[in-house]
Structure formats: structure tokens, C-alpha cells
């Protein structure tokens, strides 16, 4: 079942700490801008996805079709690479539950990136 861009989670701002400095904060807001523009993508690909259906539904000319199919999968491609990419900063550097640095190994990096190709 195909949700509705209205039933997406809503994205919220992450709260800044007092001791935050001003780059955590401009970080933040950057991956948050990220973050709407790969969701915005993906709701873009999903209606140009649901055209596609209907374009095969009613019987039209499929080179129309696989050109529409093709951009629905580029756009998904790219906003593929766009989480991994926004995200690598973040996972680099993501903690432990003992609260350790638990950085990205470059095998799971070359993973993330070959799952998209």
C-alpha cells in the first residue's frame, strides 16, 4: 500500500542544547534542509511513478513509458545517493550505546553506495 504525501511523517527542526555552538546548530538546519529536499523528491517520484502505472493501465506507447520509468528511477537514484551523502557526516561520527565514537566502516560505505547502482 502506497502511503499519501499527506499520511509522511512531518519532519521537526532537532532541538538545540544551551551549550550547542552556532555550527551544530547550522549543521542542524542543514541536514533538516536536506532532509525536506530528498522527501520532496521522493513524493515527486512517487506521483511520477503512479503515472507510469496508469500510462501502462491504459495502453500507451511504450517508449513514453520507459522514458517516464527511467526518470522515476534516476530520481530515486539520486535521492538515494542524497541521504547516503547528507548522512555519511552523521555516521562517521555516531555514538555507541556506551556512548563511543562508532564510526562508519568504509566497507558499509562502499555497501551503502553499491546498493544503488
Keep these: 500500500?502506497?502511503?499519501?504525501?499527506?499520511?509522511?511523517?512531518?519532519?521537526?527542526?532537532?532541538?538545540?542544547?544551551?551549550?550547542?555552538?552556532?555550527?551544530?546548530?547550522?549543521?542542524?538546519?542543514?541536514?533538516?534542509?536536506?532532509?525536506?529536499?530528498?522527501v520532496n523528491r521522493l513524493k515527486r517520484a512517487q506521483g511520477q511513478l503512479a503515472a507510469v502505472i496508469a500510462a501502462v493501465e491504459s495502453g500507451a506507447d511504450c517508449r513514453a513509458v520507459v522514458t517516464q520509468l527511467a526518470a522515476v528511477s534516476s530520481a530515486i537514484d539520486r535521492a538515494g545517493f542524497t541521504i547516503i551523502s547528507t548522512a555519511m557526516k552523521e555516521c562517521l561520527t555516531e555514538t555507541g550505546t556506551d556512548g563511543a565514537k562508532k564510526p562508519l566502516r568504509v566497507e558499509e560505505l562502499e555497501k551503502l553506495f553499491l546498493a544503488l547502482s
Design 1 to 38: 500500500m502506497i502511503s499519501s504525501p499527506d499520511s509522511a511523517p512531518h519532519l521537526t527542526a532537532p532541538s538545540a542544547s544551551p551549550g550547542d555552538e552556532p555550527t551544530a546548530t547550522a549543521a542542524a538546519s542543514t541536514k533538516l534542509d536536506d532532509l525536506r529536499k530528498t
